[in-house]
T-cell receptor, first 116, second 111 residues
Framework: EAQVTQNPRYLITVTGKKLTVTCSQN?????MSWYRQDPGLGLRQIYY???????DKGDVPEGYKVSRKEKRNFPLILESPSPNQTSLYFC???????????????FGSGTRLTVV | AQSVTQPDIHITVSEGASLELRCNYS??????LFWYVQSPGQGLQLLLK??????LVQGIKGFEAEFKRSQSSFNLRKPSVHWSDAAEYFC?????????FGQGTELSVKP
């Protein structure tokens, strides 16, 4: 089944303890992206990648790192999580097309992160 | 600055009534335009998209949207709402890897 898989689905951690949220897609998509969703703010893009080793900042990149060493994987790293990073995180992927995003992002099921 | 505005935070319609959700955007060039739906506790599902051509686009679940360049709008419509349409709806605009979302409109459906 074609899908974007995120792990874990739920995570509670303490301030300052490094964590990684994994994201994998099996659709051979060039584009991948991370979003966070907060009530009243919609979805805000953290980082995106247009292909292996090509990443760029979204609107809210502070406090996050990403890497794209393989086409299928795009992990999100929080080096020193803080309570304001408590949120619902979505990974997404897309085929490229004219001006990119030719087919729209396909989203994973989400990771609910709580930082205490 | 690039932005997406969904003016209505919450809309309630009766089952069987028509629906229109508004979306206005600010973007340097004509972007790709999307509508997504999110059911409670779920991820986002793509309803429809517009790139070019016919300004009225059809999507899944009986939804359609109309692109109006002069108004920088991309409103979502459905002729007859079903109770299962209750969800949150997001408009998004972008190009290349960058996709900007509106704040969402929550739709409630009255029996």
């Amino acid at each position: 089944e074609a899908q974007v898989t995120q792990n874990p689905r739920y995570l509670i951690t303490v301030t300052g303890k490094k964590l990684t949220v994994t994201c994998s897609q099996n659709m051979n998509h060039e584009y991948m992206s991370w979003y966070r969703q907060d009530p009243g703010l919609g979805l805000r893009q953290i980082y995106y990648s247009m292909n292996v080793e090509v990443t760029d900042k979204g609107d809210v990149p502070e406090g996050y790192k990403v890497s794209r060493k393989e086409k299928r994987n795009f992990p999100l790293i929080l080096e020193s999580p803080s309570p304001n990073q408590t949120s619902l995180y979505f990974c997404a992927s897309s085929l490229s097309g004219r001006r990119g995003l030719g087919y729209g992002y396909t989203f994973g099921s989400g990771t609910r992160l709580t930082v205490v | 600055a690039q932005s997406v505005t969904q003016p209505d935070i919450h809309i309630t319609v009766s089952e069987g009534a028509s629906l229109e959700l508004r979306c206005n955007y600010s973007y340097g060039a004509t972007p790709y335009l999307f509508w997504y739906v999110q059911s409670p506790g779920q991820g986002l599902q793509l309803l429809l998209k517009y790139f070019s051509g016919d300004t009225l686009v059809q999507g899944i679940k009986g939804f359609e949207a109309e692109f109006k360049r002069s108004q920088s709008s991309f409103n979502l419509r459905k002729p007859s709402v079903h109770w299962s349409d209750a969800a949150e709806y997001f408009c998004a605009v972008g190009a290349w890897g960058k996709l900007i979302f509106g704040q969402g409109t929550e739709l409630s459906v009255k029996p």
